[in-house]
């Protein structure tokens, strides 16, 4: 089970511009740092980032010298209609030989190596075509898709037939897509340092 971690971070972003290069955690880099750092730290195998901005790329190939791969997305694969089913396939294109692949958001910075690790358990264990995380109402949170590369060829989706859900609890939940959103991510990461908890 050869894994590979994905990364996507585009440059537009209409609700909240620039939200992949704003700082978080007071992480000079963004929202997509704590992504890569997250599976960099798992059980996947290798690490890619896909991003049409420059400023990133730079910064990738310097900060984690050699452990993350960087494609310059081409303009046509980072439009606001773009799908992120296009994105992926192109990433598989270039990265080959991987059985399976985790696809991680920048804009939900509360995932932990725990859940990424988890998700990889139950696709393995389970003999599973894919794990999605939702939320305690059970929805797609849009953090993490844990999917098998020939079924997601096979079936174009991030949701292939069959497959399993993770749950997350609310506070890890959160989907940054509004500066309220950020606010709150930060609100839950501080408060674990001292010692709170969000219910």
Not at 42 to 62: G, H, P, R
Not at 151 to 172: C, H, N, R, S
Request: hydrophobic share 45%; proline share 6%.
């Amino acid at each position: 089970m050869k894994t590979l971690g994905i990364v996507t971070a585009r440059a537009g972003s209409k609700r909240l511009p620039k939200k992949n290069i704003i700082p978080f955690k007071k992480m000079h880099y963004g929202l997509p740092w704590q992504a890569l750092s997250t599976l960099l730290s798992s059980d996947v195998d290798d690490v890619v980032l896909t991003t049409d901005i420059l400023e990133l790329q730079t910064a990738a190939e310097k900060v984690f010298a050699g452990k993350v791969g960087v494609i310059n997305r081409k303009p046509e694969l980072a439009q606001d209609d773009t799908k992120h089913v296009d994105v992926i396939k192109d990433v598989l294109d270039k990265f080959k030989g991987f059985s399976h692949f985790v696809l991680v958001q920048p804009t939900s910075p509360l995932v932990s190596v725990s859940d990424i690790n988890f998700c990889l358990s139950l696709l393995r264990e389970k003999d599973l075509p894919g794990v999605f995380s939702v939320n305690p109402a059970l929805k797609p949170n849009g953090a993490i898709y844990a999917v098998k590369t020939q079924d997601f060829l096979e079936q174009g989706t991030l949701f292939p037939k069959g497959a399993g859900i993770y749950v997350m609890p609310w506070e890890k939940s959160v989907d940054v897509d509004e500066w309220h959103d950020l606010i709150v991510a930060e609100a839950v990461v501080y408060g674990r340092v001292w010692g709170f908890k969000c219910k």
